[in-house]
């Protein structure tokens, strides 16, 4: 099975592509402002097959709730596909 495209980007960037402190990644999160949260990847703990775990070590939050990642020059390094409407 193929490793997730979105899984392979943040890989990179974890280990030394770029730095991962300029690095951002925005996810759904129910009640936040806009309903999203944005963290910096430097701050991911791990990375699972379809999931990435936050710094508390216990939450995690599966890829399906990415929106975009940002490098450091805030250009888009992935987005989550839209739905067509209609």
Not at 8 to 13: D, G, K, P, Q, T
Not at 46 to 59: A, I, N, R, W
């Amino acid at each position: 099975m193929r490793e997730h495209p979105l899984r392979a980007i943040l890989s990179r960037i974890m280990r030394g592509g770029s730095d991962p402190s300029e690095c951002v990644l925005a996810y759904v999160h129910r009640g936040a402002v806009d309903d999203q949260v944005i963290i910096k990847v430097s701050e991911i703990a791990g990375l699972g097959k379809g999931s990435f775990l936050l710094p508390d070590g216990e939450t995690q939050i599966p890829f399906h709730r990415v929106l975009y990642v940002l490098d450091s020059k805030k250009m888009l390094l992935w987005r989550k596909r839209q739905r067509e409407t209609g």
